[in-house]
């Protein structure tokens, strides 16, 4: 199936440990190019989110971001180090009596020394495996956008697909009208100048022009590119890569075609199939 390469996803979970956010960003990138932004208490499962989004991406840069924040009251509060309060009140009541002054401790200030507040130790572990339950649905929601995303794009493919594919046939059908004229004009040019040709030359000339002129194997070669086309925009894997080595075959035949012109129909050709083909690329670009 044929998928875009720009998405976005986001998912959100609330547990009873706190929430935990997954944003998912991806644009066109040759790679997959991961960057992750993950709150500290989790940065020990980078690794293991990075084999998710390996199993489910291929190309791409994506722009991973984690949101953790967690629940302070059934986090289980705060204990004070009764013993460590106690010592440093102490430890204020002797300077107090050093410097002869009175001055009264406030129990605010006395909750801000460092040590004096115990924070309660959250269990990682259920965070842990919830932020790794929620990355595959953040991701299963970011592949379902890039297929949807696509669909579209191989519809804008295959309109063209089929643009190239008629330019073909009208200019196979062209091809035995163009010689012919191109025959015409010079012995129209011989008729003007009243001369004599010798007509044994002459005719292995015209052959020798016509096989100049020759496109039936560009054609052709432009048929097969177009049916290739068509079946690796079926396949089920990345496709991104042999599109693009696709559209640089189709851009030489087309090449091919403007070289080889006798005629302005051929001309035209040449020209409207680059245009297709530089349209199809951009496309292709954003393809996985």
Not at 19 to 45: A, C, F, K, Q
Not at 77 to 99: T, W
Not at 252 to 261: C, Q
Request: glycine share 4%; aromatic share 4%; with cysteine.
């Amino acid at each position: 199936m044929t998928k875009s390469m720009t998405a976005f996803a986001r998912c959100q979970s609330s547990e009873a440990f706190g929430t935990l956010i997954w944003e998912l960003r991806s644009v066109n990138h040759r790679y997959l190019d991961i960057h992750m932004r993950l709150p500290d208490e989790l940065r020990g499962m980078e690794g293991r989110y990075r084999e998710l989004i390996n199993a489910d991406l291929s190309r791409g840069k994506l722009e991973c971001c984690l949101r953790f924040k967690a629940d302070s009251v059934l986090n289980g509060g705060v204990e004070v180090n009764q013993d460590y309060a106690k010592s440093m009140i102490h430890a204020c009541e002797q300077l107090n009596a050093i410097l002869h002054q009175s001055s009264v401790i406030n129990v605010v200030d006395i909750l801000k020394w460092p040590g004096v507040v115990k924070e309660s130790a959250l269990d990682m572990k259920p965070v842990a495996e919830a932020s790794e339950a929620l990355l595959k649905q953040a991701l299963a929601e970011l592949v379902s956008n890039r297929e949807r995303e696509g669909a579209r794009l191989k519809d804008l493919i295959v309109q063209r697909c089929v643009a190239v594919a008629a330019i073909v046939t009208q200019l196979r059908e062209q091809m035995p009208e163009i010689r012919d004229n191109h025959r015409q004009k010079i012995l129209l040019r011989f008729e003007e100048l009243k001369a004599e040709p010798d007509m044994d030359r002459l005719e292995q000339e015209l052959v020798y022009l016509a096989q100049k002129m020759d496109i039936d194997e560009e054609l052709d070669r432009l048929d097969a590119h177009v049916e290739e086309l068509r079946d690796v925009l079926n396949r089920d894997e990345a496709i991104g890569r042999r599109l693009d080595f696709l559209m640089q075959e189709l851009n030489r035949e087309a090449n091919t075609l403007g070289s080889k012109s006798a005629d302005i129909r051929m001309t035209q050709a040449s020209v409207e199939l680059k245009v297709l083909i530089e349209q199809m690329r951009e496309q292709i670009q954003n393809i996985e």
